[in-house]
């Protein structure tokens, strides 16, 4: 499938979906967040793809909102209703990719700036390029944190950390987004689609559903109680239990060999 | 009677009513509410069964009224055949326990079916609501005083006024789902709990289902008495018996339902 704005590629099991406005830096117009969903949307029912992994083209990974498309509102004088942008474009992003029962990275090959970091954070796992910056950007317009930055920022940093990226808005290159756990990875650049490529496609060959599960029991952990946290994972299992991927996976440890999983 | 849109079966002491008007999204019409009142008919008057379980698909538990057969009702024509009513008023005053397992869109008429029920297990992709006001008519089968009294009056207002929807876990925050599990185990886990209360003396799980749903039509006083009544006459059941018996033998009851 190839939209105006996304392109995407299937390959070894892993749904390569690139943000294709280079020379807006990747910013977010109407087409692009429609675009976007769309891909998702369709990656959710496609059993060929088993990871997907979200970049952008060129030197951005996504500077978040086009401004320039709100460009007239903000000329005429009259107050922006980012509300509605949000509920429309970028909260359904955020949720389908959180509730998405495969992984999704997002492989930060460049800079990322406001609602494109909260849609890196939105991600599963995060690879980032050695070159890529990281802008929270919203206080720098004067705004505060949307797109789900909030909830992941403080889940991710920690309160304090949080506080300072979303107060101070410093720039944090990649080096210091590793120490700050913002990423799970930092690659050279000239070889970053290949170091993504090998972790997306280990994801791709694993068991879809329980990846899935894990993935469902992680989000809920973090705003659950552990009593309820138990409850859940005991449901979850029920399901994972009854997985064939489960039955090949004890198959294989008993036969001293690699699992091979369907995903099913 | 043949079954259309539903399927019905039974698995041990449950009674299983699945509605399936995939096309539909599982809308509620005058043929489906036929076919409810005979498959509840039908677990009514068999013993063996213990309880039910009303569910619908993982898409959707109903998404309410055909609005297509709905907006073709005259107001005479609805008052002559009663509409739904012969429905609401069957599943209302069903003697037996009903587990209803939701997942998907349960909305209008579907949550009112829902509500009906005794214990809701939900799915988390569940999504409930009284959206009637959108087109123009507000609830008709109980929503506005099961779901007010589900939930409290300013949520009730809320979705009834603004047709909004909300999610599973919204739900068992208010109080309007027992339980939400992951999409997968919805059906088994209102299964597993059906089984659970088919599991105990059907004579006090009526009496005490009969004595729950008075607490909203009677004052504190005559509800205590209500319950009262209620709780010595179970005193005369073989079941009593049973259930002490075995507990101070340390063993499983077996319970007759007499």
């Not at chain 1, 403080?154 to 120490?179: F, H």
């Not at chain 1, 990846?211 to 399901?239: C, F, H, P, W």
């Amino acid at each position: 499938m190839n939209l105006e704005t996304v392109k995407t590629e299937l390959k070894n099991g892993v749904l390569w979906t690139t943000l294709n406005r280079p020379d807006k830096l990747n910013a977010f117009n109407e087409q692009m967040g429609d675009d976007l969903l769309e891909v998702l949307k369709e990656a959710e029912k496609n059993a060929e793809a088993r990871c997907v992994v979200v970049t952008g083209e060129g030197r951005a990974f996504s500077v978040g909102e086009d401004l320039n498309t709100n460009r007239a509102v903000y000329d005429s004088g009259k107050p922006m209703l980012l509300g509605e942008v949000l509920k429309r474009k970028y909260n359904p992003i955020v949720q389908r990719i959180r509730k998405m029962d495969k992984p999704v990275i997002a492989a930060v090959n460049g800079v990322t700036a406001g609602a494109g970091l909260g849609l890196a954070l939105a991600c599963d796992l995060r690879a980032a390029s050695e070159q890529a910056t990281f802008h929270e950007a919203f206080i720098k317009v004067g705004l505060a944190p949307d797109s789900g930055m909030s909830f992941w920022l403080t889940r991710i940093l920690g309160l304090a950390k949080a506080m300072e990226v979303g107060l101070l808005g410093e720039p944090i290159d990649s080096t210091m987004a590793m120490n700050l756990g913002l990423v799970n990875w930092v690659f050279p650049a000239d070889k970053f689609r290949e170091e993504v490529a090998k972790i997306a496609e280990r994801l791709a060959k694993g068991p879809t559903k329980a990846l899935g599960l894990t993935k469902r029991a992680l989000n809920r952990a973090i705003v659950v109680d552990m009593d309820s946290a138990l409850e859940y994972e005991t449901y979850l299992q029920d399901v994972a239990g009854r997985t064939r991927d489960h039955v090949e996976g004890v198959k294989a440890f008993f036969e001293k060999r690699d699992a091979r999983f369907s995903g099913q | 009677m043949e079954y259309q849109v539903l399927t019905v079966s039974r698995e041990g002491p449950l009674g299983l009513i699945t509605i399936n008007r995939p096309a539909a999204m599982n809308a509620l019409n005058t043929r489906m509410v036929t076919e409810l009142i005979s498959a509840l008919d039908g677990f009514e008057k068999d013993d063996s069964v213990r309880c039910v379980v009303i569910s619908g698909s993982e898409k959707a538990f109903s998404a309410g009224a055909d609005i297509k057969e709905m907006a073709e009702m005259t107001a005479v024509r609805m008052a002559m055949t009663g509409h739904f009513f012969p429905l609401w008023d069957k599943v209302g005053r069903f003697p037996k326990p009903i587990v209803g397992a939701l997942s998907g869109f349960v909305l209008g008429g579907g949550l009112e079916l829902a509500m009906s029920c005794d214990v809701l297990i939900a799915s988390e992709t569940t999504q409930l609501g009284q959206p009637e006001i959108d087109i123009g008519i507000m609830p008709g089968g109980g929503g506005t005083q099961r779901l007010t009294r589900a939930v409290g009056k300013y949520k009730a207002m809320e979705m009834i006024l603004t047709g909004r929807r909300i999610g599973a876990e919204e739900a068992k925050a208010l109080g309007l789902v027992s339980r939400v599990v992951p999409k997968e185990a919805y059906l088994s886990e209102a299964k597993k709990v059906a089984s659970e209360i088919a599991s105990k003396s059907p004579v006090a799980v009526r009496q005490a289902k009969m004595a729950v749903n008075k607490a909203f039509e009677m004052g504190l006083a005559d509800g205590l008495d209500f319950e009262r009544e209620l709780f010595y006459l179970l005193f005369a059941s073989e079941d009593k018996d049973e259930g002490m018996k075995a507990f101070m033998e340390k063993r499983k009851p077996e319970f007759s339902g007499k």
